[in-house]
Nanobody, 127 residues
């Protein structure tokens, strides 16, 4: 089992940037495919970005964030990041980190693809 703790959320103006971090503890970090999801107010949780285990050679993004968000992982620090640039008010949500232990470099895009979740961090983008 892995424990995930997100940080880096906050209030930012439209067009600004934030970097979210998710620190993991427990099992060996490199065995996990990792993802970021978000849940806007009153809406379902949705996929944002994902990165595959080990070297992170496979990366996927939701269409709504392509070209603006960048996911990366630092295996030495047991941390996955989400760099968010050109933020928009519609990016306002609680952002969750997720992990799934797997021998495959598969990046899932649904909640069911991930067994472990952080508690979330709030991101608010003002217009």
């Amino acid at each position: 089992q892995v424990q995930l703790v997100e940080s880096g959320g906050g209030l930012v103006q439209a067009g600004g940037s934030l970097r979210l971090s998710c620190a993991a503890s427990g099992r060996t970090f490199t065995v996990y495919n990792l993802g970021w999801f978000r849940q806007p107010p009153g809406k379902e949780r949705e996929f944002v970005a994902g990165i595959s285990r080990s070297a992170g050679t496979n990366i996927r993004y939701a269409d709504s964030v392509k070209g603006r968000f960048t996911i990366s992982r630092d295996n030495a620090r047991n941390t996955v990041y989400l760099q968010m640039d050109s933020l928009r008010p519609e990016d306002t949500a609680v952002y969750f980190c997720a992990a799934s232990a797997s021998p495959y470099t598969y990046v899932g895009v649904t909640r069911n693809d991930y067994a472990n979740w952080g508690q979330g961090t709030q991101v608010t983008v003002s217009s």
